[in-house]
């Protein structure tokens, strides 16, 4: 009996790792990163051993890294690049050189010779692209001040790995000839302008026309792998002149950023790169080499802590001199603090060109995949123990309503619900008592010339000093559900001459009100989605009238529903039942709406015809309105 295929038994275990792992890290809240790089140590050379040829999947799958850049380089038309072109070479070169500058000295001072010392430097200056990128993009950080700077550093590292791989042969023993290398280099110039030249002209004038000949097709899997080809053509252009394939797509996707396929071209990249930089992360977890970490652990951990302090301080200083939120820095100072993949390639540069032995090299790459290991968990635990501390720790929080206030209406929760209804009211010209609990809030909505006073509207001695016994309206506007209920609560037993509007978030939080005996209640997106569902009837083309009838009657009877679903909300049963007896309830009366339209209709029309009939006319002569 024959055996199954290498790689189908190996896709077999990479997507069992994955899919078993990375749920779990999820479930956990570690990530999904930490999830694939467990994987990867799992079913590694020093895990079950399922998998040994790590270095071939690990230059297959840095692959995902070169798809990921194509996809940014899309959000990034050639325009917006351009404006960011200080940050890139401003604060990209200024955090490679300072981080560089400092872990090299602090080698130094250690004892290392400058040799191993500055490539070491040099390699650990770099972060993971891929772990930043991925990050950025579960926290949709890429559009925050704090995203974009840290996009413009580490594509100013990935071009500085450039320089670095080419400084590499001149530290080494097997150093060539003062000329040769001068020619050398020449042609490498050359061959880089003209590669990077055909790519700018070729995305222009070839690549567009050639896409807009294969849509014409209407074959969605030709132009699947149109797409393909045209990533990794520019990848192997690139490697072949000795540059970043990750440059280079990045390049191609800026430049197709403006064209009319972008969305097309988005969609059919981002299945392969997620399961490809899912891949990239489980190589990168079977790499780390735990022999070498055995033999030396006490030096490892200090590297490890070493580079990562080390780089910390000089990134959470250029943060700070960048002007990132201040509850930004953590996070933007750990997601480049970590060594990236660069890294992996610089060491088997340098131990190639006899710069240090292998086993450095292996210490070193050891050290960058365990801090790409640990920096999965130490962003859950930035989460979990420093976001919240930093939390409006930069604005000062102004004082709680202290004098009593007097006015027709509270308004509790000054968020996008409260503003709208405030607004309204004062344009009518009456005065009111806003309560919010949010500093930053606050000071927004004051420099609008909003009046609004700092306090929890939860708090019965806040409520009284609000006003609320002299009042006539209160609408309690905020967001959280509890806090909702609480000053309801609060209201109802100790100024129940009060009337309550609310906003209650969804059919739950309409529930708790009716438990309270309020019907004067909106629910945030029941009248909004109404008006949409209204404008897609017109649409359609269907008469305005109808369309007015059609969602009113909805209107009607969801809200008669919410009242019966009130009493039967705890018999999941029951509460099905109901639901689907309403559902069939509304659209026979839908159907009996139209069926009775249809015969007024009818009998106008034939009232029409008998008068015109009458006065000899032709039949039909005068229409129906």
């Known amino acids: 009996m024959e055996h199954s295929p290498t790689w189908l038994s190996a896709s077999l275990i990479y997507l069992g790792a994955a899919v078993l ?48 850049l194509f996809l940014v380089g899309l959000e990034l038309e050639p325009k917006r690049l351009w404006r960011l072109r200080g940050p890139i070479f401003g604060w990209g070169t200024a955090q490679v050189g300072a981080c560089s500058a400092a872990l090299f000295l602090g080698a130094v001072a250690f004892g290392a010779p400058w040799r191993i010392a500055l490539v070491a430097a040099l390699g650990l200056a770099l972060s ?183 780089k910390a301080v000089v990134i959470y200083a250029l943060a700070k001199a960048m002007g990132i939120a201040y509850q930004d820095r953590p996070v933007f100072t750990l997601m480049l603090a970590q060594g990236g993949e660069f890294a992996f390639v610089v060491f088997q540069a340098a131990a190639g060109a006899k710069v240090f032995s292998a086993d450095v090299a292996s210490l070193l790459i050891g050290a960058v995949a365990i801090s790409m290991l640990a920096s999965p968990l130490l962003l859950a635990a930035i989460d979990r123990w420093m976001l919240p501390r930093f939390a409006n720790s930069n604005t000062a929080k102004p004082e709680e309503l202290a004098q009593q206030q007097e006015a027709p209406v509270i308004i509790a929760g000054f968020g996008r619900y409260g503003q709208i209804v405030g607004r309204l009211l004062m344009s009518q010209g009456l005065t009111l008592s806003v309560l919010d609990h949010d500093a930053q809030r606050i000071e927004t909505a004051r420099a609008f010339g909003y009046r609004v006073f700092y306090g929890d509207a939860s708090r019965l001695d806040l409520l009284r000093l609000a006003g609320a016994e002299q009042a006539v309206v209160i609408v309690v506007a905020v967001d959280d559900t509890e806090a909702a209920n609480t000053i309801v609560d609060h209201v109802r037993t100790h100024f129940s001459h009060l009337k309550i509007v609310v906003r209650v978030r969804d059919l739950t939080h309409a529930y708790d009100m009716l438990d309270r005996g309020i019907t004067d209640f909106d629910r945030e997106l029941f009248e909004a989605s109404l008006k949409s569902g209204r404008r897609v009837l017109d649409a359609l083309g269907v008469e305005a009238a109808q369309a007015h009838r059609a969602v009113q009657s909805f209107k009607d009877h969801n809200e008669v529903q919410v009242v019966k679903s009130h009493s039967v909300r705890h018999d999941r049963n029951e509460l099905i039942a109901l639901a689907k007896q309403s559902r069939a309830d509304l659209e026979a009366q839908m159907i009996s709406d139209r069926e009775q339209r249809q015969q007024l209709k009818t009998h106008a029309q034939n009232s029409a015809d008998a008068v015109a009939d009458s006065f000899g006319l032709p039949v039909s002569s005068i229409k129906s309105s």
Not at 28 to 44: E, V, W
Not at 192 to 200: E, R
């Open 128 to 310: 993971s692209t891929a772990i930043a990128l991925q990050v950025m993009n579960e926290r949709r950080m890429l559009p925050t001040a704090a995203g974009q700077a840290g996009f413009s550093v580490l594509l100013l590292q990935d071009v500085a790995a450039i320089p670095m791989l080419a400084l590499i042969p001149l530290l080494g023993i097997a150093s060539v000839t003062a000329g040769a290398s001068d020619l050398h280099w020449s042609i490498d110039a050359l061959r880089i302008a003209a590669v990077i030249a055909a790519i700018v002209l070729g995305g222009r004038l070839l690549v567009r026309p050639a896409l807009r000949i294969v849509a014409r097709s209407k074959t969605p899997e030709i132009f699947t792998a149109a797409a393909l080809l045209i990533v990794v053509g520019i990848a192997w252009l690139m490697q072949w002149v000795g540059l970043s394939m990750a440059l280079g797509a990045f390049l191609a996707g800026v430049l197709l950023a403006e064209s009319e396929y972008k969305h097309e071209l988005e969609a059919d990249i981002e299945p392969f790169k997620g399961l490809l930089l899912g891949l990239f992360f489980i190589a990168v977890g079977m790499s780390i080499d735990f022999a070498v970490l055995r033999q030396s652990p006490m030096l490892v951990a200090g590297i490890v802590l070493g580079f990562l302090l080390v």
């Open 21 to 68: 792992m990375v749920p779990l890290a999820r479930l956990l809240g570690l990530g999904s990163i930490l999830g694939y790089l467990i994987a990867g140590i799992a079913i590694g050379p020093f895990g079950i051993a399922l998998v040994s040829n790590v270095q071939d999947i690990l230059h297959f799958a840095e692959f995902g890294v070169v798809l990921m």
